[in-house]
């Protein structure tokens, strides 16, 4: 069955509301708002063919040291391996038998890879029963990798995207952190984070506002904004200070 698909439209025709529209309700109904910019003008469409970011991974990334291959089981054991490994699957065991098979492979759920001057990063983003496992690694030309930034066990991380600034990349992430609170409580604070990294291979936190972008399907930066597509609205960011608008077809109450 064919899906709506409507044509591209100018981010002016759509209304300012003062709050976000979106929620997790599984039982709404799905009308995803995608987003890209064109030069400096924000475009967006409701496309039903959308689903949320990184839903299917790349079987393979290509980068400046070779082919990785992606075998990403979810929850099970999941790797990266390089293109001079003979491929296995997890189901035969088979990597059992190879010496040294750790040297040749990188653990993780990985949904993107890209090269920035000598090194090569992957992106690993586990997301299973309400958990978001966010770790940033360094890869170098030897194939040895450096762990840059790993929430395991404080917060729940969904991947969001990257994009180049003068210093290198930018990543975002969103989710939520824990607080913990007695009797082996938790308390959770929405969060959304940004992360640089530059040109000489170092990474660290660049902003951290406390509010969630959940139903993301696409998002572009333009300027010093962030546009976020999401389940029937567009969120705009701004890098400076995290203060958000909200915008919503004409017909919504």
């Known amino acids: 069955m064919a899906k709506y698909l409507s044509e591209w439209k100018s981010l002016s025709e759509l209304k300012t509301v003062t709050d976000r529209y979106t929620n997790l309700d599984i039982f709404k109904q799905k009308i995803p708002y995608e987003v890209k910019a064109e030069g400096d003008q924000i475009l967006w469409r409701l496309n039903d063919n959308l689903n949320y970011l990184y839903v299917e991974e790349p079987k393979k990334f290509t980068t400046q040291f070779g082919t990785f291959n992606n075998y990403n089981n979810g929850e099970f054991h999941s790797w990266l391996g390089v293109n001079d490994f003979p491929d296995i699957s997890e189901s035969s065991n088979e990597k059992y038998i190879y010496p040294n098979y750790e040297d040749n492979l990188i653990e993780g759920n990985f949904c993107d890879m890209f090269d920035l001057g000598e090194y090569s990063y992957a992106i690993s983003n586990l997301l299973h029963m309400m958990v978001g496992h966010l770790k940033i690694i360094r890869i ?68 951290r506002w406390n509010f969630d972008l959940p139903n993301v399907n696409s998002i572009v930066k333009v300027k010093d904004y962030i546009y976020v597509g999401q389940n029937e609205m567009i969120t705009r960011v701004k890098i400076n200070d995290g203060s958000r608008s909200f915008f919503v077809d004409n017909s919504l109450n």
């Not at 991380?157 to 824990?178: E, H, M, P, Q, T």
């Not at 929405?190 to 902003?207: P, S, W």
Request: net charge positive; with cysteine.
């Open 140 to 207: 170098d030309k030897n194939i040895d990798m450096l762990i840059l930034y790993d929430n395991y066990n404080n917060s729940n991380l969904r991947y969001l995207g990257r994009w180049v600034n003068d210093k290198g990349i930018v990543l975002i992430a969103s989710g939520y952190r824990f607080f913990p609170k007695p009797n082996n409580n938790y308390e959770l604070h929405d969060t959304t984070m940004l992360f640089q990294i530059d040109k000489l291979g170092n990474c660290k936190i660049l902003k």
